[in-house]
T-cell receptor
Framework: GENVEQHPSTLSVQEGDSAVIKCTYS??????FPWYKQELGKRPQLIID?????GEKKDQRIAVTLNKTAKHFSLHITETQPEDSAVYFC???????????FGKGTSLLVTP | SQTIHQWPATLVQPVGSPLSLECTVE??????LYWYRQAAGRGLQLLFY??????ISSEVPQNLSASRPQDRQFILSSKKLLLSDSGFYLC????????????????FGNGTRLTVT
């Protein structure tokens, strides 16, 4: 089955700096790559996703890049703010899979 | 628009007691439904998924069970809770094509924080 590795497990940056979280996947059939943000005690919420026919997608301060050849995708957050502090999960899935496969999460701390 | 309701928000139960967590979805028909558990604030473990009424697939053998008595209702149960059942339980839904898909967004409920004492 699909295996999604996520790094780093924790990340601390200063406000205004950029943060990058990287994920790799094993199933070459994967064609959908969402990112979820989970604030403390709350539910994971979808913040951005990308499909395999696109190499990059941006939404204001967040962007996701996908390298299908290398089977890795990354989340980029620019101009980080304290409210970006949360756990971020990457996931990978395909139309032949039964559910999204999640990485183990990255705890991002943005210090003022 | 679609909404997902999950209750209760928090629950404290003694070891050996039964459990029933409920989840309902509004605004969509025949969704795929999922139960996830999150221990120690990290990692999403898929427990069960369902593609239709009465259809349940289990991902992890344990003392939990799931049922889907109605199209938009998903229930997580246990006859006797263990200490290791403590965690944050999340219900989720996604669009369906009659079978579970990994290429659609998952939409999570607010979760139930279960503490087994």
């Amino acid at each position: 089955g699909e295996n999604v590795e996520q790094h780093p497990s924790t990340l601390s940056v200063q406000e205004g700096d950029s943060a990058v979280i990287k994920c790799t996947y094993s199933d070459s059939a994967s064609n959908y790559f969402p990112w979820y943000k989970q604030e403390l005690g709350k539910r994971p919420q979808l913040i951005i996703d990308i499909r395999s026919n696109v190499g990059e997608k941006k939404d204001q301060r967040i962007a996701v890049t996908l390298n299908k050849t290398a089977k890795h995708f990354s989340l980029h957050i620019t101009e980080t703010q304290p409210e970006d502090s949360a756990v971020y999960f990457c996931a990978a899935g395909s139309n032949s899979g039964y559910a999204l496969n999640f990485g183990k999460g990255t705890s991002l701390l943005v210090t003022p | 628009s679609q909404t997902i309701h999950q209750w209760p928000a928090t629950l404290v139960q003694p070891v050996g007691s039964p459990l029933s967590l409920e989840c309902t979805v509004e605004g969509t028909s025949n969704p795929n439904l999922y139960w996830y558990r999150q221990a120690a604030g990290r990692g999403l473990q898929l427990l069960f998924y369902s593609v239709g009424i009465g259809q349940i697939s289990s991902e992890v053998p344990q003392n939990l069970s799931a049922s889907r008595p109605q199209d938009r209702q998903f229930i997580l149960s246990s006859k006797k809770l263990l200490l290791s059942d403590s965690g944050f339980y999340l219900c989720a839904w996604s669009v369906t094509q009659g079978f579970p898909r990994g290429d659609s967004p998952l939409h999570f409920g607010n979760g139930t924080r279960l503490t087994v004492t």
